[in-house]
């Protein structure tokens, strides 16, 4: 069965750092596009950043140059380093297979940026 | 960035009668290759995101045949045929065809 389980969310201050990861069974991560999306409470849904197969990696333009998105091929985990928080990253986070058809996703990861 | 538009921002329901939700995109949506990405997404209350439709009008394995999608463009529908209690929650619409990905705002359906 294809499954995604973020881990790593939680109460950050801003400025501060946290690492999201993302583990996969059922697939390969590194054979995949992996894409993070995230929804801030009671908000839709946006799509934060990807990772091709190739290794190219791509960002929405709110996280640019404070985010970076990776992947552990032997360990099968998507990652995403998130430096420089602000309270407007204050979200789920998801990880999905996939970029433009983004199936399935995980079950999310709450991230609080306050002090 | 290509704005997606729902419409409406909220659908109530009875059960067993029929819902349309409309989306609009601020370009056209056929791609190079000659696809159209559009997709449509489910979120049921407290779960994460799960893709019902892709590419207008293929149904995801498992998604029941009452939901259909369709349009070409800039203009598309999802269509329930006889809404059930299991199908209140939050729908988008999503276009892959343009650099970022973007998202509708959401249209949430529920029962009159």
């Known amino acids: 069965e294809v499954q995604l389980v973020e881990s790593g969310g939680g109460l950050v201050q801003p400025g501060g750092s946290l690492r999201l990861s993302c583990a996969a069974s059922?697939?390969?991560?590194?054979?995949?596009?992996m894409s993070w999306v995230r929804q801030a409470p009671g908000k839709g849904l946006e799509w934060v950043s990807v990772?091709?197969?190739?290794?190219?990696?791509y960002y929405a333009d709110s996280v640019k140059g404070r985010f970076t998105i990776s992947r552990h091929n032997s360990k099968n985990t998507l990652y995403l380093q998130m430096n420089s928080l602000r309270a407007e990253d204050t979200a789920v986070y998801y990880c999905?297979?996939?970029?433009?058809?983004?199936?399935?996703w995980g079950q999310g990861t709450l991230v609080t940026v306050s002090s | 960035d290509v704005v997606m538009t729902q419409s409406p921002l909220s659908l109530p329901v009875t059960l067993g009668q029929p819902a349309s939700i409309s989306c609009r995109s601020s370009?056209?949506?056929?791609?190079?290759?000659?696809?159209?990405?559009l997709n449509w997404f489910q979120q049921r209350p407290g779960q994460s995101p799960r893709r019902l439709i892709y590419?207008?009008?293929n149904r995801d394995s498992g998604v029941p045949d009452r939901f259909s999608g369709s349009g070409s463009g800039t203009d598309f529908t999802l269509k329930i045929s006889r809404v059930e209690a299991e199908d209140v929650g939050v729908y988008y619409c999503?276009?892959?065809?343009?650099?970022?990905?973007?998202f509708g705002q959401g249209t949430r359906l529920e029962i009159k």
């Open positions: 999905a297979r996939g970029h433009w058809d983004l199936q399935p």
């Open positions: 059922g697939f390969t991560v590194s054979s995949n596009y």
């Open positions: 990772i091709y197969s190739g290794g190219s990696t």
């Open positions: 370009q056209s949506l056929v791609y190079s290759d000659g696809n159209t990405y």
């Open positions: 590419k207008v009008s």
């Open positions: 999503m276009q892959g065809t343009h650099w970022p990905i973007t």
